[in-house]
């Protein structure tokens, strides 16, 4: 009976004891990691003395973009204590270059909160180069996208150590400013501009209301939204408080223009999203995917500008170039330095900065200048052409089948918050 009693007891010993021995034996080799790990005090002991230039920093929507003057084979780190995250650099014309993509390079909504720096490490020799952000840019902040009541605040700064200069990137935990939305939601035209229409239908007054319900179940999600027009008003195109200035003054990530299409043909119908150029299509897709999933409305049937399913951009042609030269002349100012590469709608060229290469400067008398041309951080913009007003059935969806539409563009920002 007796030894039957120890053996159990033995039996219970060995099970408590179990677990703690193996974590204990599991995580030993982690332990030695952590003992081994390299410092921010040892990578910069062993950076080279030669810095590599930044020759350009942008920021368009979510995504930090940057080219390096160099031509050397090597991957850019953003160096924490904790982790390295590295990125792959293309060569191109020269240049070190994250993305050829406006939208692309470092998504700064997944970087966690600390300090990175920012480093080059050359793939044959392994030796890191100290970056030296040599752009006129300096004073960047991004707020990050509203999660949970959460905001971060990301700065970038230049600091020295032993002499030597160093480039970093700072993620903190901050409270959102009451002026920083994540989202901007433009209504098309207002007041006397009353945009296309059919009979009595105009499509001021639905873009309003679309915005609108909008804006209501985003913000049920808790996302800080700010619309460009509460009512049915006419605002400027440029300049502080405008259309195109709301985004940059409370520095947006997302702007989605509302409108509705017109065509003379009553054939033409269908979902027409349109993008900045050097835009990789990723967001117009999900856009144009779930506007088609949700409502059941095709994809738009006008071959012009077409892109893909859905998706559309328009730039500056020859004879658009030739018209802005005969307005120059007519209203006496130089002619604008335009090419087929630029971005024709305005509200989604104006509002991304040098990214879309914005241009609106005000010698033309007609319009006002826009003051946030030469902004290296822009809003990521897209005009939703979400049907033809023009056509019969088309038009019945906007008029029945809203919730739908909402839906569909409430589903799609999820995806570009949570991408
Ligand atoms: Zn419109």
């Known amino acids: 009976m007796k030894k039957i009693f120890s053996f159990i007891i033995l039996i219970v010993l060995a099970f408590v004891l179990y677990k703690p021995i193996k974590n204990a034996l599991v995580k ?21 003395d030669k810095n590599i230039d930044i020759d350009s920093l942008t920021i368009y929507g979510k995504h930090l973009n940057m080219t390096f003057n160099t031509d050397k084979d090597c991957v850019l780190i953003l160096k924490n204590n904790d982790k390295d995250l590295s990125y792959k650099l293309d060569l191109d014309n020269n240049k070190l270059i994250l993305s050829k993509y406006i939208n692309d390079g470092i998504n700064l909504e997944k970087l966690d909160v600390g300090e990175y720096i920012v480093l080059l490490k050359d793939n044959v020799t392994n030796i890191y180069y100290n970056v030296l952000n040599k752009t006129d840019y300096h004073d960047n902040q991004y707020y990050t996208i509203t999660r949970n009541g959460k905001n971060n605040l990301i700065t970038f700064n230049e600091k020295t150590y032993n002499n030597k200069k160093y480039f970093t990137i700072n993620v903190s935990s901050v409270k959102l400013p009451e002026n920083i939305y994540d989202i901007v939601i433009d209504p098309g035209h207002g007041g006397v501009d009353t945009g296309a229409g059919n009979g009595k239908y105009h499509e001021s007054k639905f873009t309003l209301d679309y915005a609108k319900s909008l804006k209501e179940e985003l913000e049920k999600l808790g996302l800080k939204v700010k619309l460009t027009r509460e009512s049915d008003v006419s605002i400027e195109s440029y300049g502080e408080g405008s259309r195109t200035g709301i985004p940059y003054e409370v520095k947006a990530k997302l702007m989605l223009d509302i409108h509705l299409n017109s065509s003379g ?19 117009a897709k999900i856009l144009a995917d779930n506007i088609h999933n949700e409502t059941n409305i095709p994809y738009s049937n006008n071959p012009m500008n077409k892109v893909d399913d859905g998706i559309y951009m328009r730039v500056y042609s020859a004879k658009d170039i030739e018209n802005t030269k005969k307005d120059a002349k007519k209203y006496n100012f130089e002619p604008y330095n335009l090419d087929n590469d630029v971005t024709y709608y305005y509200f989604i060229r104006e509002t991304g900065g040098i990214m879309t290469k914005a241009f609106t400067d005000g010698r033309n008398p007609k319009k006002k200048a826009n003051p946030y041309r030469n902004m290296n951080q822009g809003v990521e913009a897209y005009l939703c052409e979400l049907a033809y007003i023009s056509q019969k059935d088309d038009l019945n ?21 949570n991408e």
């Open 265 to 283: 043909s009553s054939k033409q119908r269908g979902v027409e999203i349109y993008k900045a150029s050097h835009d990789n299509n990723a967001f």
């Open 28 to 48: 030993a080799p982690e332990k030695k990691e952590e003992n081994t790990k390299i410092t921010y005090e040892d990578i910069l002991k062993k950076t080279d």
């Open 397 to 417: 969806m906007v008029i029945n089948n809203k919730e739908h539409f909402i839906n569909g563009l409430v589903k799609a920002v999820i995806k570009y918050v």
